[in-house]
């Protein structure tokens, strides 16, 4: 069982920055990957980035370039680095972990970029 808590999400202005953190309750080291999805009003939920155990990273297109995915394996913790931010980045971020058996995922954070 792995528990997920997201933290850092909030209100900001068009083409500022955001970091949003995901705390594990186990070890993250084991973990195949780690990732973020996002869910817009209205929209099916959809990747943001994934980074691998050994640390390849993947990003969907429109964040290409202004986000970037971390992990702090000795703090069990998973970023995203969110820059140059865009009204239609607004979404509810959640963090996945992905293991061999499950998928688990946080309850989510809430990013709101105003114009």
């Known amino acids: 069982q792995v528990h997920l808590v997201e933290s850092g999400g909030g209100l900001v202005q068009a083409g500022g920055s955001l970091r949003v953190s995901c705390a594990a309750s186990v070890s993250i080291f084991s973990i195949n990957a780690m990732g973020w999805y996002r869910q817009a009003p209205g929209k099916q939920r959809e990747l943001v980035a994934t980074?691998?155990?050994?640390?390849?990273?993947n990003y969907a297109d429109p964040v290409k370039g202004r986000f970037t995915i971390s992990r702090d394996n000795a703090k069990n913790t998973v970023y995203l680095q969110m820059v140059s931010l865009k009204p239609e980045d607004t979404a509810v971020y959640y963090c996945l972990a992905r293991t061999t058996l499950y998928d688990y995922w946080g309850q989510g954070t809430q990013v709101t970029v105003s114009s």
């Open positions: 980074i691998s155990r050994g640390g390849n990273t």
